[in-house]
């Protein structure tokens, strides 16, 4: 087996007072349909039964809430990139892989993309920001 490339990308608005307000509402809101995608992609939809779904549901919201508290921040981390395109701005994260994640960062923001409700806003929220038309 040899190395592979992986690479993640993410929307990366300004996250204002009220912008922040949302996302808190929104994590608060989140039920395991909104978490399912991000469950399946990190294989482990195995590791929980129909009763633990409650419990998955705070465990992924406390990620989510960290991960947002420090979301401001994240183009400052050595492991992510900050990106302009065509006016929008989008937070990359990757490396090499031999069979594992390339780093933390490429984890926090993997996270952000497969839970919907929260992608969305962000992704609105930087078509907002948008400095291009």
């Not at 990308?9 to 809101?29: H, K, V």
């Not at 401001?72 to 990106?83: D, F, I, K």
């Not at 090499?96 to 609105?124: F, N, R, T």
Request: charge should be negative; proline fraction near 3%.
């Amino acid at each position: 087996m040899g190395a592979d490339f992986l690479l993640t990308f993410i929307p990366y608005p300004e996250l204002t007072e009220d912008r922040r307000a949302t996302i808190e509402a929104t994590i608060d809101a989140l039920a395991f349909e909104d978490i399912k995608e991000y469950i399946n992609y990190t294989g482990m939809a195995d590791e929980w039964d129909d009763d633990d779904q409650e419990s998955v549901v705070n465990e992924i919201r406390q990620c989510v809430r960290k991960i947002v508290a420090e979301y401001s921040e994240m183009y400052r981390w050595r492991g992510t990139s900050l990106a302009s395109i065509r006016g929008c701005r989008y937070l990359f994260a990757g490396g090499m892989s031999w069979g594992d994640s390339p780093s933390e960062e490429y984890d926090d923001i993997s996270m952000l993309v497969c839970i919907d409700p929260i992608y969305q806003h962000l992704k609105a929220w930087a078509l907002e920001d948008c400095t291009e038309a």
